[in-house]
């Protein structure tokens, strides 16, 4: 059974179009200047409409996270335990928090404070994801 994956909307089609192309973007208000997550029409600080695509590195650090050890859907059966984690990125914490997984890390040493780095996942057909794994110095 395939795995569900995201439907670009009209907000957030010029994210995963980035995604494609293996970079992570986050829309700049063009207003205030704040950036924010997850794409949308308005401006969630000042209420303005209007904004811009800026690339960010991917670089975070994770602010919490749970470990999914059931299955909730059945095409992620073969997947369980993993680890679901809100990334805070660099250049803008408190505004661009993801909601990703963390991958190449045993779901038991993952820990909040952890760097992390962006991985496009390529392996589903028509749709890159952006999932984090530990920055090398945090590896072993
Ligand atoms: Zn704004």
Redesign the pocket.
């Known amino acids: 059974m395939p795995r569900p994956i995201p439907v670009p909307d009209a907000d957030s089609a010029p994210f995963w179009a980035a995604c494609r192309e293996h970079r992570l973007t986050a829309q700049q208000?063009t207003?205030?200047g704040?950036r924010r997550w997850p794409p949308a029409e308005v401006?969630p600080?000042?209420r303005?409409l209007g904004a811009t695509w800026v690339d960010v590195r991917g670089t975070g650090t994770i602010t919490s996270f749970v470990v999914q050890h059931q299955a909730m859907h059945p095409a992620f059966s073969d997947a369980v335990p993993y680890t679901i984690a809100f990334v805070s990125l660099d250049e803008a914490p408190e505004d661009l928090l993801l909601l990703s997984n963390v991958i190449d890390i045993p779901w038991e040493d993952v820990r909040v404070g952890m760097r992390v780095e962006v991985a496009f996942d390529d392996s589903t057909e028509g749709v890159s994801l952006p999932l984090f794994r530990p920055m090398p110095r945090e590896r072993l």
Do not use: G
Request: hydrophobic share 0%; with cysteine.
């Open positions: 208000c207003t205030c704040r401006c600080h000042c303005k």
